[in-house]
């Protein structure tokens, strides 16, 4: 039944397909062509794309609360680098003596604020599987908390985003204080290695990538059975017609916390990929507008298709890139900007939501129609 | 009807499905129910008749926890205090409700909105696998026959016409099959036919379940043949069979002379 069910799922396929290539093809021409050979791919351009699928697996996460249970998000770039932080803290303490000031426990910016030892938060992060525990726990906890507030006192809508814009904010102030004992405004850099390996090295650089798509293939899968069951037609209930589902007995509450919990997650594990390919993170990542582009790359992409959001942080992001190397760098906020009012007002189902509905009028008609995510029809599944 | 003071009848209050006793509520100094009493007795489908405004709609939405009202008892099956149980606490007691302005699930096919209205673990973890039980399969197929609707049954609610949504959430109702269905104008905005065929599901349904009915439309009313309870500024004005009320000469009154 699952696995027929999935493999239904015409567009799921293709882009699994695409991740599992990508996994396999971008580290082999990392790593097995010559520097000079045409189909060479330098390892900047992989830690690139690197970065634009952890923005994915963002964009994905965000997808699943708010393009399938309406919950507008503005603070879930805050997950992403709580995730990004617990990894940074693992990353550090493999530096070991090899620091600035030779301390064997404490990184270099407590030596150099004067600590004396260890803060007791900071224990633990030196062994990977726990730090690998603390990039789902902490963001998935902070995300509870505040769900079973929120959610617990019917917050909705505009102002539900905009205390997630605060709770963001909040921590970006905290982050940037150094009495916090997570390296203040410059944040945590200078990794070393990771599980071992040569974080600068070509190889583990190609691993990261490939764990990366990976992790998005899975995200992906995850992602598409949790809205393909029951309870996934309860979340597009509740997006639709929330007080008709109390009425019929479900505790929409829950099923909010459930799916907000699980993409703050998902966020986490992003952000965690993301720190070993950039080589740093710092408060930065947690600022307010962070968290909009996300929402921007989701509604390009298409919200509601899971795909699409994936496909539009990595199309902004590439155009992001491309446009701030160049001369129109100074311009890219206005361009972001337009684009946004331009999704908004002539796709508003992004660029999947819109081709897939093309396709399906193209198809012939009668089709059994799947429950669609997009506001409208979309039979094209 | 109002005006006697009810004495306490532990015998017929614990017989009652549902038992109002002087319920008031206010909204910024409006009241909207006015010390209502009102009893159902299991099995029993009332019509609930009034003017626009007379807080037909309210009556509902404090049975169903929507509004918690400022004084008054809500009771229901003798013991259970509704005032102090949220929506979903009290769809799981077994009280459903239909909206006067049709919601269903718009996105969704007409079988799956069935699907998440039938009775069975509302909890996230008991929902998260796929598929659906043959015996659950059977339930919906036997409503969609029920409320007219099998051959739509792959269609998306949202394109059904007025009527049929209206169906549609009657259909919803019965999956959850609970104890007392409150349905709210079931007829507004439908055809003449489609109007004589939905009195006639609700009779069908009313063979096993309680129903309270609120609705406009007379003709519906007389068709239906039951107890009728006309409501006035949020109090019960008259209550007997339709024949007698519509005698009364304050209903005409409240019917015509305004
Ligand atoms: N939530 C509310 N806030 C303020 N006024 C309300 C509210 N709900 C109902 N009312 C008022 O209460 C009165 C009764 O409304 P309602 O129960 O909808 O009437 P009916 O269903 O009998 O037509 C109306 O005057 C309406 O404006
Ligand atoms: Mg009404």
């Given at each position: 039944m699952l696995t027929a069910k999935l493999l239904a799922d015409r567009r799921g396929l293709i882009f699994l397909a695409i991740l599992a290539a990508a996994a396999i093809l971008v580290p082999a021409l990392n790593l097995l062509t010559p520097e000079g050979s045409a189909l060479h791919v330098p390892t900047y351009a992989m830690s690139l794309m690197g970065k634009y699928l952890t923005y994915a697996i963002l964009a994905l996460a965000l997808d699943l609360v708010w393009g399938y249970c309406g919950i507008l998000s503005l603070g879930h770039g805050a997950f992403f680098a709580l995730g990004g932080y617990a990894m940074g803290m693992y990353l550090m303490r493999q530096i070991g003596p090899r620091g600035v000031y030779g301390n064997?426990?404490?990184?270099d910016f407590m030596v150099f604020l004067n600590w004396k030892e260890l803060p007791w938060y900071w224990y633990g992060f030196d062994w990977f599987p726990f730090a690998a525990l603390m990039v789902v726990a902490v963001p998935g906890l902070i995300a509870f908390i505040f769900g079973w507030f929120a959610f617990r006192s019917r917050v909705t809508g505009v102002y539900l985003s905009i205390i997630t814009q605060a709770l963001t904010y909040a921590l970006l102030l905290a982050f940037f204080r150094n009495d916090m004992g997570f390296g203040g405004n410059n944040g945590l850099t200078d990794f070393k290695d990771i599980l071992g390996f040569n974080i600068q090295s070509d190889a583990t650089r190609a691993g990261l990538f490939a764990l990366t798509a990976l992790t998005l293939a899975a995200a992906y899968l995850i992602a598409r059975s949790v809205v393909m069951s029951k309870a996934g037609k309860v979340l597009l209930a509740v997006r639709d017609a929330e007080s008709r589902v109390r009425f019929l007995g479900y505790r929409a509450d829950n099923y909010k916390l459930f799916v907000f919990t699980l993409s703050a997650m998902m966020a986490g594990i992003a952000g965690a990929l993301y720190v070993p390919q950039i080589g740093i993170i710092n408060?930065?990542?947690?600022?307010?507008g962070n968290s909009i582009e996300v929402v921007i790359w989701t509604a390009v992409g298409g919200r509601g298709t899971l795909v699409g959001p994936a496909i539009g942080a990595i199309l902004v992001n590439f155009a992001k890139t491309t446009f701030t190397t160049g001369a129109l760098a100074p311009y890219w906020l206005f361009a972001l900007g337009g684009l946004f009012v331009l999704v908004t007002l002539f796709l508003p189902k992004g660029i999947v939501g819109t081709a897939s509905d093309y396709l399906a009028r193209r198809r012939a008609a009668g089709a059994k129609p799947e429950p669609v995510a997009a506001p409208t029809p979309d039979p094209a599944e | 009807m109002t005006s006697v003071v009810t004495p306490q009848e532990p015998a017929h209050l614990t017989s009652s499905l549902l038992y109002l006793d002087d319920v008031s509520v206010s909204f910024d100094g409006f009241r909207a129910i006015n010390k209502l009493s009102l009893s159902i007795q299991p099995g029993e489908m009332r019509a609930i008749i009034g003017p626009n405004g007379a807080g037909k709609s309210t009556m509902m939405d404090i049975i169903t926890g929507k509004t918690k009202p400022d004084t008054g008892d809500v009771l229901f099956e003798g013991t259970t205090d509704l005032t102090r149980l949220d929506e979903a606490a009290i769809a799981h007691l077994g009280i459903g409700r239909k909206f006067q302005k049709p919601t269903v699930f718009e996105n969704q096919t007409v079988e799956d909105n069935i699907h998440l209205a039938l009775k069975s673990d509302r909890t996230v973890l008991k929902n998260l696998f796929w598929g659906i039980s043959a015996d659950e399969q059977a339930k919906i197929d036997k409503i969609l026959v029920t409320i007219r609707l099998a051959a739509d049954r792959d269609r998306l609610a949202g394109d059904l016409s007025h009527g049929q949504k209206q169906w549609l959430e009657i259909g919803m109702l019965l999956a959850q099959d609970p104890k007392l269905l409150l349905v709210d104008e079931p007829a507004a905005g439908m055809t003449d036919a489609e109007t004589i065929e939905t009195a006639k599901l609700l009779k069908e349904i009313a063979r096993d379940h309680s129903v309270i009915v609120v609705e406009h439309d007379m003709t519906f009313i007389r068709d239906l043949g039951v107890k009728v309870t006309v409501l006035h500024e949020g109090s019960v004005l008259a209550e007997g069979p339709l024949d007698v009320v519509s005698a009364d000469e304050r209903v005409i009154e409240v019917y015509l002379g305004r």
């Open positions: 064997p426990v404490l990184p408060p930065s990542e947690f600022a307010p | -």
